[in-house]
């Protein structure tokens, strides 16, 4: 299975983008799906998640600012990021919610500048 995110790059505080991931190889629809983030320093965290069924769930810093989707036709994860803080600058990955995650792949900067 590969993992293709894009959609990241360089935005001032306030903006927006969205963030995609192609999923290959896989059988999309039966996995439940999340965004994660790593920032310099720092772990790795899952900052978004949704079901098979399409139920979302987020950490507290991006509640209301983030969402994400799928696109079980497409093979692809999205999420729509708004009112970008510097905080979120990071690298973002797409990968399995739960379970044995798959190969990481090489994620998209986001950068959030003040």
């Known amino acids: 299975v590969q993992l293709q995110a894009s959609g990241g790059g360089l935005v001032q505080a306030g903006g927006s983008l969205r963030l995609s991931c192609v999923i290959s190889g896989g059988i999309f629809e039966n996995d439940a799906m999340g965004w994660y983030r790593q920032a310099p320093g720092k772990q790795r965290e899952l900052v978004a998640g949704?079901?098979?069924?399409?139920?979302?769930d987020y950490i507290d810093a991006v509640k209301g600012r983030f969402t994400i989707s799928r696109d079980n036709a497409k093979d692809t994860l999205y999420l729509q990021m708004n009112s970008l803080k510097p905080e979120d600058t990071a690298v973002y990955y797409c990968n399995k919610r739960i379970g044995r995650r798959y190969s990481w792949g090489q994620g998209t900067q986001v950068t959030v500048s003040s």
């Open positions: 949704i079901s098979v069924e399409g139920t979302t």
